[in-house]
């Protein structure tokens, strides 16, 4: 192994099965026809050197992050990871925790979100039940000034863009998301999104995973220092 491989991005778990790691703000998660460099793309570079593999790397997401948000991303290093996690996202056996700023308080300290849900164009659409997809949140606040407020959040469901579109719903849309209403224009189109935690079974060890990043608290400091 070539320990002088300079990482990325910031790794906080791997074995043979899995690996996990903090996307930035402004980068996508999985590279397509119109986004040749994105997390796995530098991932596998990262892993290939590192592990000096002379073929191919496998390594795939095995679930997305919004481009302008930032957080947890989780990866399969194996066909049979790969399976037994999407298998996992399937029954709703994975947790999440996100942490979202936003610019005007919910009308209640903490509450259930439930929306019906359509994949627009690069946009999720509140549509009637007969027309869409169910997506479901909880969310408590954290912390609440005069222009902004802190809300951490459960995800139930993962709908396409969910968490930014349920809160635009109710006139709280997160800072800095110009897509969705917000009026503040964040340093490098960020928005004020972060995925901090996750849980569930390890798909081949079958023991629980609780992983988070533990330098959150500081980064959000310095991302309101930037506001």
Known sequence: MNTGAKTPFKIIYEDNHLLVVIKPHGLVTQSDEYHSVALDTLMKEFV???DRKP????LTPIHRLDKPAMGIVIFAKTSKALERMHQLMQDRKIDKTYIACLEKAPPFDQGHLSHFLKHGLHIAEIVKEKEGKKAELD?????KSKDRTWVEIKLHTGRYHQIRAQFAAIGCPILG??????????KDEAIALFHVKT???HPVKQTLLELGDLD?????DAFLDNL
Do not use: M, P
């Open 139 to 143: 969310f408590k606040i954290l912390e």
């Open 177 to 186: 998301d110009k897509r969705y209403g917000s009026h503040r224009i964040l």
């Open 48 to 50: 290939k050197n590192r």
């Open 199 to 201: 849980s569930f079974l």
């Open 55 to 58: 073929g191919q790397v496998f």
């Open 216 to 220: 959150v608290h500081a980064r959000l």
